[in-house]
């Protein structure tokens, strides 16, 4: 199998355990709510053009994205006090909230999963992952 190959391959097994009903189910959000939540939680408050920038998404669905959240309480718009033309979003306690217990789920379900395999294939998949991880900060840079 070429390198190519090996990439749709991994490609592949990587939707196959991120698309299962399971996770789906835990989440209970849109995916680019789930986008902007994260975003918010590593990057603070910031404005709809930044967000639309981070999580690679139209102004028109981020806008759709931001009403939806702010109707179940997880995020808040403020006028920025430094220019009020300009809108700043950030998260709720709510939202900070349900984004720690989705994560917490996550993580239970990945141990559940990690926990039917052989220690060595669990090994060899953190190292494995943690080097591709290394190559594309090194490639970010």
Known sequence: MN?????????NNINRIFN??????????????????AALVSHGSMTPSELVVITDTSSAHMAKILRNLSSKGEILRESDPEDG?????SLTDKG???????Y???????????GQLDQQDVDALIRATGNIAALQEVSDD
């Open 20 to 37: 299962r009903p399971a996770p789906k189910k835990l989440i209970s959000l849109s995916r680019g709510e789930l986008c902007v939540l």
């Open 85 to 89: 033309r300009r809108v700043i979003v």
């Open 96 to 102: 900070r909230s349900h984004v720690r217990k989705i």
């Open 104 to 114: 917490e789920s996550i993580i239970d379900h990945v141990s559940a999963v990690l």
């Open 3 to 11: 390198s190519k190959e090996q990439a749709q391959t991994l490609f």
